[in-house]
C-alpha cells in the first residue's frame, strides 16, 4: 500500500516544466478507531482506515495541489500532472510573487513514542475499562445520561520534496473522557472528565488512558452534575477569574495561537476563518498582555498531539516565543509566508492528511507556567470566580471580542473557594484580557492538554493541537 | 466519479464480504476543484479526486461499522471483519426491526449537471481575473473560494436496496474589502451557472462600500434585527445539532422534547428538512436507501419532532424520516436540507418597518451550547453590519457580540422575505440551508469587537 521511495522520486521526476521552481509529494495512511458507550451498553464501534497521495507544486508564482485516495503508482503520475495543470490555471489569476523561505534537505524516520499499542488492546478490554468507568454514575434518577469514550488515532506520512527531502513520520495517539448529564425539570446540565467532546489526547499509547484514572474520577462527575441542577446562576458583572488550565488552554487556543498564524494575519484566510488583529507592524512592540504572560509555540514535546519532528514543508519542529514577557514577537509560519515578514519558516505547515494542501497550524502552543500556587492564588482573592472546563465558545473574526462558556464555576469569597455556580459566561477583549493576568500558576497546575478537533482552511481541515496551560488570574473581568 | 456499475460491483463485493445477518454500505466518490483567493490573487487551488467506503453489518441486533478508502478485496475483507468484531463487542439496538427492507420509490429529482462536472480550475481562475480586475477600479480587494464538485453516492444493502445517483454542486463566497469595511456575498447550486462569480463580487462591493465613512456606535442591548440568509444559515446549522438531531432528541437536551405538538414558535415559522424541492439542493435519497421526503421540525410554529435513521427511529418508536447521512453516525439523523419558510415580504419593506434596528449580513463563530434547553446562542456579526434609522440605512456598525435564546426568537420573528437564498455547510456536499431574510423583534446584542489599543 505504501509508495517505495523510488515512486515517490519517479514521479518527482515526472513533473517536467522548466518554471517549476519546488515540488513535493506526500503520503498518509490514517488509522482510527472509537469507541462509545452509554448509559451501560456500547453506543459506537468505528474503524476507518484512510489513504491519500497528495501532490503540491509551485509553477513560476503559481501553486498547484492535486490530491487523491488511489494510492497506485498510476495515480501518483495522474496526480502529479493534475498538480501541474491547477498550477498553470493558478497562473491567470495570481499576481503576486511567491518568495520561500531556504531550507536544508532532511531525510529521516521519526515515531512517537507510547509503552502500549492501542491496537495491541481487545476491543473487549476497552468496552470493559469504559463501562467500569461510567458505571458509578449511574443510578440516580437525575442523571439521565453517562457516556464514555475512547478514541486511538495513527497517522503513518511520508514527505519527499524536489529539495532532496524524504521524510517518514508516524504519529500514534490515545484520548479518552467520561461525561455525566443531567436533566430535572427544564436544567440540563453536563459535567466532564478531563475535557469535553471525548476526552483529552496524547501522543501515547493505553498507558495514557490508565493514568487518567476515569473510574476514580466518576463519582465526582456525578455528582457535579447533580448539584449543577439546583446551583444558583453564575452572577454578571465584574469579577476577578481564575480560569482553570483546561479552560485556559483553550483561551490561549482561541484568542494567541489563531491570531498568530501568519496567513490570517496576511488576510489568505478571511473569507472563511477570519483575519486576526495582531498585525505585521504591531511585531516588536505591541503589548499583548502582561508581564507574566509568556507563551510559546513548542512542537518539541513528547508526548503531545502537537509534537512531530519536520512539518509539511519539511521544516525541522521548533521552540519559539509568541508573546515574551507580555510582548508580540513572532507568527506561526511557514515557507512562503515568513519572508513576508523578513524572517524563515518556523516549522508551523501541516495538512489534516496528504488529501489536503498543507497550510499554518498551532502545534503547542502553550502559556509557560508561573510561580504562583493555584491554592495561593484563591487565597489571595477577596471577592472572585473561579472557572474550569470549557462548554462553548465563541470569538470574532479578529480574534479580538471572546466569549466563553464553562461547565462548572465556583464563587471565591474572602480567600476561599465557596459554592458552586452554573452556565459561568465570560467575556472580554483579547489584548485587554490577558493585560490584566496578574498571577499564573505554577508548574503543579500546569498541564498540556489535547485538541484534536482546531477547524481551519477550505475544505475544512481538522488539526491536532494541543496547549499547556497553568490556572492563572485575571482582574475585572466581565461575566455575562 | 464512480460509475454506477463501478459502485455496484464494490457495495456488491463488501456487502458479500460482511459474512453478517444484515449488512449495509455506502460508497461515496468526489471530484472537486476549489480556487481559494484573497488580497485579489489566487493563492491555494485545489484538484480533489477521492473515494471512500462504509459497511455497516449487524449481528445478533448488534451492529458494526467500519469504512476504509482502499477498495481492493483483501482491504474490504478487513475491513468487514472490523464491522463485525465491532458488532460482536456491542450490544443489541433496541427495539430494532431491521435495516431498511421496502424499496420505495425515489423521488424525482435533477442532481447532476454535466457542464457543472467538467468546469475546469482555469475556467474558474479566468473568472476570478475578471472579477479582480473590476475590484481594481472599484478600489475593493477580494478574499473567498470558488468550488465546483462532481460526487457519485451510491448505497445498497443485504435486503436488496440499491440506490445510485450523482450530483454536481457548485458554491462561491466573496469577500469585498475596503477601508477597513468589508460587504460579503454567497451562492451555491447544483448549477455552477446559477452561482455568477461576478454578480457576487457586486454584490460583496455594495455592501463594503454601502454608507461608507459613516460609522456609528451602538451600547449593548435588545434591538430589531434584519438577518440574511447567511445569518439564519449559521444559527439554523446550531439548531439542527443541538436540537433536531435524533441524538438530541433521545438524549434530553433537546427543547423539542416534551413539547411535539405544542406551539413553541411563532405562527410564521416552519421548518423542515427538504431534499426534494428542485429549487434547493435536492437528493433522493438517504445512506440508507430511504426516499427522501418533505420533514418539517416546526410547522406555523408547532413542534412536529426530530430528523431520525431507522436505529434511533425504531428506539423511540417513531418513524425513520430518511436523514441518516453516515452509517452508524451518532447523530442518529441529521437535517443536511434545512429549508426556512418565507412570508411575502421583501428586504426593503422589513427594512423600512424599522424605526431602529441592526440588518446583519452573516454570524462569524456561532456557538450554540450555552443552554441547548433555550438554544440559547452567542456570535457576532461580520462583513456588513448596519445600523438602521427611521427605516433608512444610516450607518456602518462594527462587528458586534450576541447572546440570544433562538426559541425566544423565533416566537419574536415579525417578517420574512418571499425571496429565498441558498447558502452552503461546510460540513457536508449534500445541502445546506434555504431561508428568507427575516426581521427579528429585540435580538439581545451583548457586545462589540473594540480595536486593539
Known amino acids: 500500500m505504501k509508495p517505495t521511495r523510488a515512486q515517490f522520486e519517479h514521479a518527482l521526476k515526472s513533473l517536467r516544466n522548466p518554471a517549476l521552481r519546488y515540488a513535493d509529494i506526500r503520503w498518509t495512511a490514517t488509522h482510527q478507531q472509537h469507541v462509545r458507550v452509554r448509559n451501560g451498553e456500547v453506543d459506537a464501534l468505528t474503524s476507518t482506515v484512510d489513504r491519500a497521495i497528495g501532490v503540491r507544486v509551485l509553477v513560476g508564482n503559481g501553486w498547484g495541489f492535486a490530491a487523491t485516495s488511489h494510492v497506485s503508482e498510476e495515480a501518483i503520475q495522474q496526480t502529479a500532472q493534475r498538480a501541474l495543470e491547477v498550477a498553470a490555471a493558478s497562473h491567470i489569476a495570481s499576481s503576486g510573487s511567491v518568495v520561500l523561505s531556504d531550507i536544508e534537505p532532511h531525510v529521516a524516520t521519526w515515531a512517537s513514542a507510547f509503552e502500549i499499542d492501542p491496537w495491541s488492546i481487545a476491543l473487549e478490554k476497552k468496552i470493559e475499562h469504559l463501562l467500569a468507568a461510567t458505571e458509578p454514575m449511574r443510578g440516580d434518577r437525575r442523571v439521565h445520561q453517562v457516556s464514555g469514550d475512547l478514541s486511538c488515532y495513527r497517522q503513518e506520512k511520508v514527505f519527499a520534496s524536489t529539495v532532496g527531502s524524504y521524510i517518514e513520520q508516524t504519529t500514534t495517539e490515545m484520548g479518552g473522557g467520561i461525561e455525566a448529564a443531567a436533566l430535572e425539570g427544564g436544567e440540563f446540565q453536563r459535567r466532564t472528565y478531563p475535557n469535553p467532546f471525548g476526552g483529552d489526547y496524547q501522543a501515547a499509547g493505553w498507558e ?24 444558583p446562576k453564575a452572577p454578571a458583572g465584574r469579577f476577578d477569574l481564575i480560569v482553570g488550565s483546561s479552560q485556559l488552554a483553550l483561551q490561549v487556543h482561541e484568542s494567541c495561537g489563531h491570531p498568530t498564524e501568519l496567513d490570517r494575519a496576511m488576510g489568505l484566510e478571511i473569507s472563511l476563518a477570519g483575519g486576526s488583529f495582531m498585525q505585521p507592524e504591531m511585531l516588536g512592540h505591541f503589548r499583548y498582555g502582561s508581564e507574566l504572560v509568556d507563551i510559546v509555540a513548542d512542537a518539541t514535546i513528547p508526548g503531545s498531539i502537537g509534537s512531530f519532528a519536520y512539518d509539511d ?72 470566580i473561579y472557572v474550569e472546563t470549557n462548554k462553548s465558545w465563541s470569538i470574532d473574526d479578529l480574534r479580538l471580542n471572546f466569549q466563553f462558556g464553562c461547565e462548572v464555576a465556583y464563587e471565591i469569597e474572602n480567600g476561599k473557594l465557596g459554592r458552586l455556580l452554573r452556565n459561568p459566561v465570560y467575556t472580554g477583549i483579547t489584548p485587554e484580557f490577558w493585560r490584566s493576568c496578574d498571577a499564573v500558576g505554577d508548574r503543579a497546575s500546569w498541564q498540556i492538554w489535547g485538541l484534536p478537533n482546531c477547524g481551519k482552511g477550505d475544505p475544512l481541515q481538522t488539526m491536532r493541537v494541543a496547549h499547556g496551560a497553568p490556572a492563572a488570574r485575571f482582574r475585572n473581568v466581565e461575566m455575562a | 466519479m464512480f460509475s454506477e456499475s463501478e459502485s455496484q460491483a464494490i457495495l456488491a463485493r463488501a456487502l458479500e464480504a460482511a459474512n453478517a445477518d444484515e449488512s449495509d454500505a455506502a460508497l461515496i466518490s468526489i471530484d472537486q476543484n476549489i480556487s481559494r483567493f484573497a488580497n485579489s490573487n489566487l493563492h491555494q487551488n485545489m484538484s480533489e479526486i477521492s473515494a471512500g467506503l462504509t459497511l455497516r453489518v449487524i449481528v445478533n441486533g448488534s451492529m458494526g461499522v467500519a469504512s476504509t478508502s482502499s477498495f481492493d478485496s483483501e482491504e474490504i475483507a478487513r475491513t468487514a471483519e472490523l464491522a463485525r468484531e465491532a458488532a460482536k463487542h456491542s450490544d443489541p439496538l433496541q427495539n430494532f426491526s431491521g435495516l431498511y427492507k421496502d424499496h420505495e420509490p425515489l423521488p424525482q429529482l435533477a442532481t447532476f449537471d454535466q457542464q457543472t462536472a467538467s468546469m475546469s480550475p482555469a475556467e474558474k481562475a479566468h473568472d476570478l481575473k475578471v472579477m479582480f480586475e473590476r475590484g481594481r477600479e472599484a478600489g475593493v480587494q477580494f478574499a473567498g473560494a470558488y468550488l465546483s464538485a462532481s460526487t457519485s453516492v451510491a448505497t445498497a444493502n443485504s435486503h436488496g436496496v440499491n440506490r445510485y445517483a450523482q450530483l454536481t454542486f457548485s458554491d ?76 438530541a432528541y433521545e438524549d434530553g437536551s433537546s427543547f423539542l422534547v416534551d413539547n411535539i405538538g405544542r406551539q413553541l414558535a411563532g405562527g410564521n415559522i416552519t421548518i423542515a428538512d427538504d431534499a426534494t424541492d428542485p429549487d434547493f439542493l435536492p437528493f433522493p435519497f438517504d445512506l440508507e436507501g430511504l426516499p427522501k421526503r418533505r420533514v418539517p421540525m416546526i410547522e406555523n410554529g408547532i413542534v412536529r419532532g426530530p430528523v431520525l435513521d431507522k436505529a434511533w427511529a425504531d428506539r423511540l418508536s417513531m418513524q425513520p424520516t430518511a436523514n441518516a447521512w453516515h ?6 439523523g441529521s437535517a443536511f436540507h434545512i429549508d426556512v419558510a418565507g412570508a411575502d415580504a421583501t428586504r426593503e419593506e422589513l427594512i423600512a418597518s424599522t ?57 419574536q420573528v415579525e417578517g420574512l422575505t418571499k425571496e429565498r437564498r441558498r447558502v452552503a455547510t461546510w460540513f457536508n456536499m449534500f445541502g445546506g440551508t434555504i431561508a428568507p431574510t427575516v426581521k427579528v423583534r429585540g435580538w439581545n446584542f451583548t457586545g462589540k469587537q473594540t480595536e486593539h489599543t
Open chain 1, 208 to 231: 495514557f488512558i490508565e493514568r487518567l484514572d476515569l473510574p476514580k474520577k466518576a463519582p465526582l462527575i456525578r455528582d457535579e452534575a447533580i448539584a449543577l441542577l439546583s446551583a
Open chain 2, 355 to 411: 424605526k431602529l434596528g441592526i440588518w446583519v449580513t452573516r454570524f462569524n463563530y456561532v456557538n450554540g451550547l450555552l443552554e441547548p434547553k433555550t438554544a440559547l446562542m452567542t456570535g457576532t456579526t461580520r462583513d456588513g453590519t448596519f445600523l438602521i434609522r427611521d427605516g433608512e440605512v444610516v450607518a456602518r456598525l462594527p462587528n458586534l457580540r450576541w447572546t440570544q435564546s433562538l426559541v425566544e426568537a423565533l416566537g
Open chain 2, 172 to 247: 462561491a463566497t466573496v469577500i469585498a474589502l475596503r477601508d477597513g469595511s468589508s460587504g460579503y456575498a454567497t451562492r451555491c447550486a447544483r448549477r455552477a451557472r446559477e452561482v455568477d462569480i461576478l454578480s457576487l463580487g457586486e454584490e460583496a462591493t455594495q455592501k463594503a462600500t454601502l454608507a461608507l465613512g459613516h460609522n456609528e456606535e451602538l451600547e449593548p442591548g435588545a434591538f430589531d434585527v434584519i438577518l440574511e440568509p447567511p445569518a439564519l444559515a449559521e444559527v439554523f446549522e446550531w439548531l439542527n445539532m443541538i436540537a433536531f438531531t435524533g441524538q
Open chain 2, 327 to 332: 452509517l452508524g453516525s451518532p447523530e442518529h
Open chain 1, 313 to 384: 514543508d519539511g521544516v525541522p519542529a521548533q521552540r519559539f516565543h509568541l508573546i515574551d514577557k507580555g510582548m508580540f514577537v513572532d507568527y506561526l509560519t511557514g515557507r512562503d509566508t515568513a519572508p513576508a515578514i523578513g524572517r524563515k519558516s518556523n516549522g508551523t505547515v501541516r495538512a489534516e492528511s496528504a488529501a489536503r494542501i498543507p497550510i499554518i497550524r498551532m502545534t503547542n502552543i502553550n502559556l509557560e507556567p508561573g510561580t504562583t500556587p493555584l491554592e495561593e492564588m484563591i487565597a489571595d482573592t477577596k471577592h472572585g
